[in-house]
């Protein structure tokens, strides 16, 4: 059956909207502009960042000082379990800032994969009313995991300043911290793309993590251990570019003089390389599927 014309002549929808510059309102757009309007969104990042933080606790009778009583617990947990039933605090001065920066470290990026991966399906109805860049969501959760650790550092340096003093190299965590961010951004955004098409990532995520937490070094040093064992010196070079154990030893440095005496092998060459390359993939790789978020 024909089409009829339209008052201005033209039979074909199709041409008619590109004749008036319409687009489909879920067309993926250049990358580089989607990275200007992206930064253009910065405000409602920090805002639902803010308010998401806000709306965690309110239900709490402790509010929000469970962002304190939160990572506190969750590594007197591990000391108790691996500093003095399995006795891997034995041979490290300050065991206790030891292990609380490879906990804070690692629940940084842990945090931000886990909650990432769900940050686009328990937005469906915003995604679904609202044109805007889609990865505004999971950068909004990595500033929220910013936020709590930016108090979990606070009381790192309050226990390294009772126990070995402050020093200069307390200023490393800045761009130690700037790397781990970077990284994370990156690796959110790819479980984040993930996480909405594969919803069984979830379920798996937590054995990942918890895998990946045991072979990081943030109970233990791991040259220390592995010089125990015997282990060969390439043995140590492969597991040291394991990002985690990477932001997790610069951190020591920083933090702890005894550390510097069992650093990992290239730790800030290895962070640095981790950072700008997961952040660009990670970009990258959300971006490729921008026109496919929320469509039922």
Not at 16 to 39: D, H, V
Not at 58 to 73: D, E, K, N, V
């Amino acid at each position: 059956m024909p089409v009829a014309a339209t008052p201005t002549g033209v039979s074909d929808p199709a041409a008619l909207a590109e004749r008036y510059g319409l687009t489909k309102s879920s067309l993926r757009p250049p990358f580089g502009s989607y990275l200007r309007e992206l930064w253009s969104r910065r405000k409602f990042v920090v805002s639902y960042a803010t308010a998401r933080t806000y709306a965690m606790y309110a239900g709490a009778r402790l509010g929000s000082i469970w962002q304190i009583l939160t990572p506190l617990l969750n590594a007197g947990v591990y000391y108790l379990a691996f500093g003095v039933l399995l006795g891997t605090k034995n041979g490290i001065d300050n065991y206790v800032a030891f292990l609380l920066s490879g906990v804070f470290v690692f629940t940084f990026t842990q945090r931000c994969m886990t909650e990432g991966s769900r940050s686009l399906a328990l937005n469906l109805s915003l995604i679904r009313t609202l044109h805007f860049p889609r990865a505004t969501l999971p950068l909004a959760y990595v500033l929220n995991e910013l936020n709590q650790m930016l108090i979990s550092m606070g009381l790192l340096f309050l226990v390294v300043g009772f126990t070995d003093g402050p020093t200069w190299r307390w200023l490393m965590i800045v761009p130690a911290m700037l790397l781990q961010v970077m990284f994370n951004v990156g690796i959110t955004l790819v479980f984040a793309r993930i996480g909405t098409f594969v919803t069984d990532i979830s379920q798996l995520l937590p054995f990942i993590t918890r895998t990946w937490l045991y072979a990081s070094g943030i109970f233990f040093s791991l040259p220390y251990k592995l010089s125990q064992l015997h282990a060969p010196g390439w043995v140590v070079q492969v597991l040291a570019f394991n990002p985690i154990s990477a932001y997790i030893d610069v951190v020591r440095r920083a933090l702890l003089h005894e550390h510097l005496k069992n650093e990992l092998p290239h730790a800030w060459s290895i962070a640095t390389v981790w950072a700008f390359v997961m952040l660009a993939g990670g970009l990258w790789y959300f971006w490729r599927a921008e026109d496919r978020y929320g469509r039922g």
